[in-house]
């Protein structure tokens, strides 16, 4: 048995006539930037994140920059963050000009713990970025209140956890913005890059709307400058396609999930649910200090994993200059050395889950 951490082929074969159909009305239609499709998909993300606007874009990582920037966030800001996540939310921060601070994380959930922000705030902060890790919500209550206490912008960095809830509400909706990638091992995934913005607030979305046609609203006269960063058609049929089932996948992942804690439960340590949560399980990742054993006893045996991730980005050598040292984030360093994604995917049959769990049980014993 050969099992990857992702494999995009299941869904795509459980989808074939319905994509290759989608993409050939576009290729057809010769409307291949910002058309219909585009426009149709940024209402539909919005309505299911329970947020007014949406706005397509190239990337996730262009939708945290274009959220920020739209916000005014830039040279001399300081934004508030987690050291870990991935490399993008902390390098969107800087492409705006502002300095990314990070603050430790909550070891249960491994998101941005909320009593370590407050600490990290000067006369210099604009915003705050929690990143809902793996596909679950940060502490956004407790964000939202320090937040309005300082008068910060909250964006959401919700790449990870399209379709995730908390006390009901989706994420995306709860901060002034939020962002989500269409990249393809995404819950939701294009094929290729692709990300959106929701928000609630108007003026932002047209602010962000403006940017990522050159600083334009009207054809050739530009306001600001900003730059080329938009969703294609192609890519918002794909994602119009797979959209109607999302619900069913990330209900899927989590009877998966389910399965995968009751099997491991006293091996290892099992992803915690905080209160009021619904986690999408965009990655299953389990803790345990024979992490190096488990992973190669995984491999040997044709299983793939992950770190996730393997250096916080306080330690990261293009962050150096923001003078961090080891120790700096314990909670944060300590997840990087025992943190394990397993593989985890709707299209993965109860007998694999069953298998790899007997294996990462074997792989602590050994
Ligand atoms: C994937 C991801 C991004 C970046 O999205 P891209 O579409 O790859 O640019 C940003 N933040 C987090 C937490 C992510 O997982």
Redesign the pocket.
């Known amino acids: 048995m050969t099992v990857a951490l992702f494999d995009l082929k299941r869904q795509y074969q459980s989808l074939e006539n319905e994509i290759t159909g989608a993409i050939r009305e576009v290729l057809a239609g010769g409307e291949y930037i910002l058309g219909r499709r585009v426009q149709m998909l940024e209402e539909q993300v919005a309505a299911y994140c329970g947020a007014r606007y949406g706005v397509g874009v190239a990337?996730?990582?262009?939708?945290?920059f274009l959220s920020l920037a739209a916000c005014g966030v830039g040279r001399g800001d300081e934004v508030i963050t987690t050291p870990f996540?991935?490399f993008?939310?902390a390098g969107?921060i800087s492409r705006t000009g502002a300095i990314p601070v990070f603050a430790d994380i909550d070891p249960r959930t491994f998101n941005i713990d909320p009593e370590k922000i407050e600490a990290r705030i000067t006369g210099r902060t604009r915003a705050v970025v929690p990143?809902h890790?793996f596909g679950q919500m940060a502490d956004m209550d407790a964000i939202l209140e320090i937040a309005g206490k300082y008068g910060l912008a909250v964006i959401e960095?919700a790449?990870?956890a399209i379709g995730s809830e908390n006390k009901g509400r989706k994420a995306g909706s709860l901060g002034l913005a939020g962002?989500f990638?269409?990249?393809p091992a995404?819950n939701l995934g294009c094929c290729g890059?692709?990300?959106m913005i929701v928000t609630s607030n108007e003026k932002l979305a047209a602010r962000i709307r403006s940017l990522r046609a050159h600083g334009s609203s009207k054809k050739f006269f530009h306001e600001t400058i900003g730059c080329n960063s938009r969703l294609d058609e192609i890519q918002a049929a794909v994602l119009l396609v797979k959209l109607k089932y999302l619900e069913k996948w990330l209900n899927r992942r989590a009877a998966l999930a389910g399965l995968y804690s009751s099997l491991l439960k006293g091996a290892v340590v099992t992803p915690f649910v905080a209160p009021g949560n619904r986690h999408t399980y965009?990655l299953y990742v389990i803790r345990t200090p024979r992490r190096e054993a488990v992973k190669r006893h995984l491999e040997k045996n044709g299983v793939s994993c992950g770190l996730y991730y393997p250096l916080p980005l306080h330690l990261q050598p293009a962050y150096q200059w923001l003078g961090y040292r080891k120790g700096d984030f314990p909670e944060a360093e300590k997840a990087s050395e025992e943190l394990l994604a397993i593989p985890l995917y709707p299209e993965l049959t109860r007998a694999e889950v069953e298998r790899i769990a007997l294996l990462v049980r074997q792989g602590v014993q050994s």
């Open positions: 990337s996730g990582t262009d939708a945290l996540t991935f993008a939310t969107a990143v890790i960095d790449c990870q962002c990638s269409f990249f995404k890059d692709g990300g965009h």
